[in-house]
Antibody
Framework: EVQVVESGGGLVQPGGSLRLSCAAS????????MHWVRQAPGNGLESVSA????????YYANSVKGRFTISRDNSKNTLYLQMGSLRAEDTAVYYC???????????WGQGTLVTVSS | DVGMTQSPLSLPVTLGQPASISCRSS???????????LNWFQQSPGQSPRRLIY???NRDSGVPDRFSGSGSGTDFTLIISRVEAEDVGIYYC?????????FGQGTKVEIK
């Protein structure tokens, strides 16, 4: 069974940093592009970042460009999101999702909550 | 960014009756490979999003056949032929043709 499990969320002060992890299992991790999608409390869904299977290509939403860095360790079947210069508007549940085939996200984790507040 | 506009945003439906959700994009979702990467997701209360439909009209395994997707170019529709109680939730369209991938605002389906 395909499974992705996020961790690393928590409470952080404005301007602080946090690293999210996403552990994948049940499939061969390295060929698949992976994504981070977030959902602010009571709001809709927003693409944050994506990375190709070999890590050579990365993509960011304008709202996080220069502050967040996506990476992956295929030997550990793990996706990461390093978040810096955090703002209150980054408060959200962050989901990890697999791009099973081009243009779609077929498997999602349960999400991890990031709260940016003093 | 490609804008995705859903309507209606709230959809009260009687059990057993049909429901239709519209999704319009600000530009064509036909990708350079000829495919149209328009998806539909269901988010039940307290749950993660679940994919229902990909590439406009392909239903995921395990998704009841009362769910169907259609459309082309910039206009797309999700239809639930006969709404059941378990269909309550928020439905999102999402385009995967242009980065950043973007979502509609969501349509909340509830039972009258």
């Amino acid at each position: 069974e395909v499974q992705v499990v996020e961790s690393g969320g928590g409470l952080v002060q404005p301007g602080g940093s946090l690293r999210l992890s996403c552990a994948a299992s049940g499939f061969t991790f390295s060929p698949y592009s992976m994504h981070w999608v977030r959902q602010a409390p009571g709001n809709g869904l927003e693409s944050v970042s994506a990375i190709s299977g070999n890590g050579g290509n990365t993509y960011y939403a304008n709202s996080v460009k220069g502050r967040f860095t996506i990476s992956r360790d295929n030997s550990k079947n793990t996706l990461y999101l390093q978040m810096g210069s955090l703002r209150a508007e980054d408060t959200a549940v962050y989901y990890c999702a697999r791009e099973g085939t081009p243009g779609t996200l077929d498997s999602w984790g349960q999400g991890t909550l990031v709260t940016v507040s003093s | 960014d490609v804008g995705m506009t859903q309507s209606p945003l709230s959809l009260p439906v009687t059990l057993g009756q049909p429901a239709s959700i519209s999704c319009r994009s600000s530009q064509s979702l036909v990708f350079s490979d000829g495919n149209t990467y328009l998806n539909w997701f269901q988010q039940s209360p307290g749950q993660s999003p679940r994919r229902l439909i990909y590439q406009v009209s392909n239903r995921d395994s395990g998704v009841p056949d009362r769910f169907s997707g259609s459309g082309s170019g910039t206009d797309f529709t999700l239809i639930i032929s006969r709404v059941e109680a378990e269909d309550v939730g928020i439905y999102y369209c999402m385009q995967g043709s242009h980065w950043p991938w973007t979502f509609g605002q969501g349509t909340k389906v509830e039972i009258k």
